[in-house]
């Protein structure tokens, strides 16, 4: 599966899901783009975005981007307290629908 972490994500959450091939937006030289047009970018080369911003399903309209998009709700967004929601999110991809938000906390 093919793995987009938002640039409000450690990038350092990687190496935790090395089974799926996965980039950054850094990575992909899209760091200026705003969540529009990061999602439309992403929708033709990724499966699923993972971010930690809340507010995204909420600020666009999510159903029409054919991509997933995963929200980690965690205390804080530092790698310590994202890691543990790691096995939740690896078992959440295989079913998070795209157009929709999978929100996966603690």
Avoid at 6 to 16: I, K, S
């Amino acid at each position: 599966m093919k793995l987009l972490l938002d640039e409000c994500v450690d990038q350092r959450l990687r190496a935790d899901l090395h089974e799926h091939e996965v980039k950054t937006v850094a990575d992909m030289g899209w760091s200026n783009f705003k969540d529009g047009e990061l999602l439309h970018a992403a929708q033709h080369q990724f499966d699923t975005l993972i971010t930690v911003d809340r507010n995204l399903p909420y600020q666009q309209h999510l159903p029409k981007f054919n991509i997933a998009v995963v929200i980690l709700r965690a205390r804080t967004n530092r790698l310590t307290d994202l890691r543990p929601l790691v096995p939740l999110l690896l078992a959440a991809l295989p079913t998070a629908p795209a157009g929709e938000a999978t929100v996966i906390s603690s």
